[in-house]
């Protein structure tokens, strides 16, 4: 199993700077992308990417889940996936741009063993 290292690039849509990137809290876990077909809200295929907690048993999602996920940025140290996220506070319903940066894990181990 590939684990990710991700971190939003938005806070309620308004992009993070890079001094708040770098201190933002990576969340880790299992990366899932898929096309959700029917019989979701959208009356549409959408695009969806998970993130998911790896421990035992259940598998929540650990993000609010990123709808029209596209990658749209791959380095050797990462990648960039972009799409809107939803929100409920107080019965009303919000979309969201967002974006996660994705890290793979095994390249951060990697990275700390060259140090």
């Known amino acids: 199993m ?5 971190v939003p690039t938005h806070e309620l849509g308004k992009r993070r700077t890079k001094a708040q990137m770098s201190v933002a809290t990576q969340t880790v876990g299992s990366l899932k992308v898929f096309d959700w077909k029917d019989g979701n809200a959208f009356g549409r295929s959408v695009r969806v990417a998970e993130l998911h907690d790896t421990s035992p048993g259940c598998h929540p999602t650990l993000l609010p889940q990123l709808f029209d996920a596209n990658v749209v940025k791959v380095t050797f140290s990462g ?3 972009t799409g809107f996220e939803l929100s409920s506070v107080a019965g009303v319903l919000t979309e ?4 996660w940066w994705a890290k793979p894990v095994t390249e951060m181990l ?6």
Do not use: E, N, P, S
């Open 2 to 6: 590939l684990l990710f290292a991700v």
């Open 79 to 81: 990648m960039l996936i």
């Open 96 to 99: 969201y741009k967002q974006g």
């Open 110 to 115: 990697k990275r700390q063993d060259q140090k």
